[in-house]
């Protein structure tokens, strides 16, 4: 039989002989658990390189202040201080407005994408990959330009058509991309290297992957925030107070391990940010249904060549009774209720926040223990790095771009305006003429006599 051998001490696994089965790897798990091991001790990922762990940011002021105080409490006030920090910046780009929060989504994707490409960079540092950081950056580029691309194409045609670079630029919009990817594809094949084969497809499919998680999903935060800010400030508001009030029921109540890639988190601080994201996000929702700022969709204004944020809000905005239950009617003594139809499709989006939205986090969990670090980066003492705080927060943008198209959205009539002033005349007006027998046809128009 041919021997399996080394190809390169740096670019090698242990023969199949020498490596582990899965039951050995399982005992030794189980080993390790039943003798209080804790995973970072355990040999069961021991060919996986540890990330180096990055020192402790905590301002000197907090660390003064609260130097008398266990690590459990003053991890709390250090998280507490930090949090509210956080929320104020929040509400302050609230009011600078969509076109800043656009910028700042785009911000924190570049800093959770680095976050995440430095671990594989710091993981498979001895190799030397070539060209892997310039390749990774490059690619974001290419993803970016083409997801922005589109977005400016199909919420701002107007503006896109009126001028002549971005015109030509819509126009062969999917063909410069590709051209650009592939420009990337093919820097990627030439900067193979013997005996890292296998570790450059890694890194190229962890890049990839990086990509899809990341760059992806904030594409679908920017088109949340441009159908009504309302659509992008309730879902983060939502997942940002059931992290809150789940960390607070844990720390106050918690007694029961919810699941063990995430050893903190209990039962109790689930059930009870459950209830608490639920009667914050209608309360939030009738707060600010009742201002166009936040529920008209971003637009282009021609007369004023700005972008704005003035609507007839529709009906989902629009104060409506609704009668109770008779089991509510019963407990509550109401017959009916005034609400927005908003505050109802806010139950089904805190819900998602509270049931499906930690999952973000526990898949989070489940990468950082495989490569043995507690946090994504340390940007924010704390609270780790800033994919630590928007690992919810990609999975609920998805959730609420998905929910918007499949209930909520419809034709928009300016968008086919925009479209049809886009046509050559004659198709223009066969388009008129086909709209027009149809409203005929259908009683909406008078019938006109033929000419004598």
């Known amino acids: 039989m041919t021997e399996l051998r080394h190809r390169g001490a740096k670019d090698s696994e242990p023969p199949l002989e020498q490596q582990p089965s899965e039951d050995k790897c399982l005992d030794s798990e189980l080993k390790a658990e039943k003798d209080g091991v804790s995973d970072n001790e355990s040999k069961v990922d021991s060919g996986v390189p540890e990330v180096p762990v990055p020192p402790d940011d905590t301002p000197e002021v907090l660390n003064k202040a609260l130097s008398g105080l266990s690590s459990r409490w003053k ?13 104020s910046f929040f509400f302050f780009i609230i009011y600078l407005g969509p076109m800043v929060l656009m910028m700042i989504v785009l911000c924190v994707q570049i800093k959770c994408f680095h976050e995440i490409i430095r671990i594989g960079y710091s993981v498979y540092h001895s190799y030397d990959l070539p060209w892997f950081r310039t390749l990774s950056w490059y690619f974001l580029l290419c993803v970016n330009y083409f997801f922005y691309g589109e977005t400016v194409t ?7 058509q009126r001028e002549e670079p971005l015109r030509i630029l819509s126009k062969y919009h999917r063909f410069i991309s590709f051209a650009l990817y592939l420009t ?22 962890w890049t990839h992957v990086t990509l899809l998680i990341v760059v992806t999903q904030s594409h679908l935060i920017i088109h949340n925030l441009f159908e009504g800010m309302i659509w992008f400030i309730v879902p ?61 969709p971003v637009e282009f204004n021609n007369d004023s060549n700005s972008f704005q944020v003035d609507c007839e809000p529709s009906e989902l905005f629009q104060l409506q009774d609704y009668t109770l239950p008779g089991v509510l009617e019963s407990v509550t003594g109401w017959t009916t209720v005034r609400l927005y139809p908003f505050q109802i499709h806010s139950i089904a989006l805190s819900s998602f926040a509270s049931i499906v939205g930690p999952f973000g986090g526990f898949f989070a ?7 043995k670090i507690k946090d994504f980066a340390n940007t924010i003492p704390g609270h780790g790095g800033i994919m630590d705080r928007f690992d919810c927060q990609y999975l609920m943008a998805t959730f609420v771009n998905v929910y918007i198209a499949s209930f909520i959205r419809g034709p928009n009539p300016s ?30 128009l008078p019938a006109v006599e033929p000419a004598a």
């Open 154 to 160: 199909d919420y701002f045609f107007t503006l896109v």
């Open 365 to 371: 969990s489940g990468f950082k223990r495989a490569f």
């Open 236 to 296: 983060i508001s939502c997942v940002i107070c059931n992290d809150i009030m789940a960390y607070m029921f844990g720390f106050f109540f918690g007694r029961t391990p919810l699941i063990k890639l995430s050893p903190k988190k209990t039962w109790e601080g689930f059930i009870g940010g459950f209830f608490a994201t639920i009667v914050f996000g209608i309360m939030l929702s009738y707060v600010m249904a009742g201002y166009r700022y936040f529920v008209c």
């Open 75 to 87: 991890n709390w006030w250090v998280r507490g201080i930090l949090t509210l920090a956080m929320i």
């Open 184 to 205: 990337g594809f093919c820097m990627f094949v030439l900067s193979l290297v013997k005996k890292h084969y296998r570790l450059q497809f890694y890194m190229f499919g």
């Open 415 to 444: 968008k086919l305006i925009q479209q049809l002033l886009a046509l050559r005349p004659d198709q223009q007006l066969y388009i008129f003429n086909s709209l027009k027998a149809h409203l005929t046809e259908k009683g909406l």
